[in-house]
C-alpha cells in the first residue's frame, strides 16, 4: 500500500513558478514510478508528466515540455513537479499517482494522491 500527499498548489500570476510535491509513504517508493495527471473544471484528468523509478527516464505531454520538470528524490520519498512560465489554461487540481510500470495513462495508476489545486491568474 501507498499513500501519496500532494503540497505546493496556490494561486500565481502568469508567467509565474511553483512547484508541487508528493510524498509517498511505505519503504517501496523507490520500486514504483510516478506521475503527476492534472483536471481542470468541466474536463477529463490529463496527463502531465512521469518518470521511472530510477528517475533516468522522463515523459512530458507536449502542453508543458519545455516549462514543467519532474523529478524524484528517493530518499526524502518525495516526487517534484517544477511548473514554470505558467499559463491560465494550466489552472487545474493536480494529482500525484504512482504505479510498477511508465504511467502514461490513468489505467497505469496503483494509487492516487488526493489532488493540490493550481489557479493561474491572468
Known amino acids: 500500500q501507498v499513500q501519496l500527499v500532494e503540497s505546493g498548489g496556490g494561486l500565481v500570476q502568469t508567467g509565474g513558478s511553483l512547484r508541487l510535491s508528493c510524498a509517498a509513504s511505505?519503504?517501496?517508493?523507490?520500486?514504483?514510478?510516478m506521475g503527476w495527471f492534472r483536471q481542470a473544471p468541466g474536463k477529463e484528468r490529463e496527463f502531465v508528466a512521469c518518470?521511472?523509478?530510477?528517475?533516468?527516464?522522463?515523459y512530458y505531454a507536449d502542453s508543458v515540455k519545455g516549462r514543467f520538470t519532474i523529478s524524484r528524490d528517493n530518499a526524502k520519498n518525495t516526487v517534484y513537479l517544477q511548473m514554470n512560465s505558467l499559463k491560465p489554461e494550466d489552472t487545474a487540481v493536480y494529482y500525484c499517482?504512482?504505479?510498477?510500470?511508465?504511467?502514461?495513462?490513468?489505467?497505469?495508476?496503483?494509487?492516487w494522491g488526493q489532488g493540490t489545486q493550481v489557479t493561474v491568474s491572468s
Open positions: 499517482a504512482a504505479g510498477i510500470t511508465t504511467i502514461q495513462l490513468q489505467r497505469d495508476a496503483d494509487y
Open positions: 511505505g519503504r517501496t517508493f523507490s520500486s514504483y514510478a
Open positions: 518518470i521511472s523509478w530510477s528517475g533516468s527516464t522522463t
